[in-house]
């Protein structure tokens, strides 16, 4: 049984910085892509960031270009999620994500349909 727990959370100023974690358990993390998706009050979830197993390929969504990077340690099957400059806007709940798979079936990695493997989630809010 696969499980993800997401850490790192809080409230932080616009501007301001946090790290959220994602530990893995329940297969070999390595082998294996890895996502992140949000979800404000009130929207849809939407994709963050998303890595490959190698680490050699990240992805992330326009809203976060150069603010958010996504990164692995595989030694401690844990994902991060860095997240600079942050805005109000950025308030949400961030969930991390897994496939069955070692990869997304058709390369889709900003699709939630393609994961099948979410944590709790941990709650982000930005104030202004």
């Keep these: 049984q696969v499980q993800l727990v997401e850490s790192g959370g809080g409230l932080v100023q616009a501007g301001g910085s946090?790290?959220?974690s994602c530990s893995a358990s329940g297969r070999t993390f390595s082998s294996y892509a890895m996502?992140?998706?949000?979800?404000?009050?009130?929207?849809?979830?939407e994709f963050?960031?998303?890595?490959?197993?190698?680490?050699?390929?990240?992805?992330?969504?326009?809203s976060v270009k150069g603010r958010f990077t996504i990164?692995?340690?595989n030694a401690k099957?844990?994902?991060y999620l860095q997240m600079n400059?942050?805005?109000?806007?950025?308030?949400?709940?961030?969930?991390?994500?897994?496939?069955?798979?070692?990869?997304?079936p058709r390369g889709r990695y900003?699709?939630?349909?393609?994961?099948?493997?979410?944590?709790?989630?941990?709650?982000?809010?930005?104030?202004s």
Excluded: H, M
């Design 110 to 127: 900003w699709d939630e349909s393609q994961y099948d493997y979410w944590g709790q989630g941990t709650q982000v809010t930005v104030s």
């Design 18 to 20: 946090l790290r959220l």
């Design 48 to 62: 963050v960031a998303a890595i490959r197993w190698s680490g050699g390929n990240t992805y992330s969504a326009d």
């Design 35 to 45: 996502g992140w998706f949000r979800q404000a009050p009130g929207k849809e979830r």
């Design 77 to 79: 099957n844990t994902v």
């Design 85 to 104: 400059s942050l805005k109000p806007e950025d308030t949400a709940v961030y969930y991390c994500a897994a496939p069955y798979g070692s990869s997304w």
């Design 71 to 73: 990164s692995r340690d």
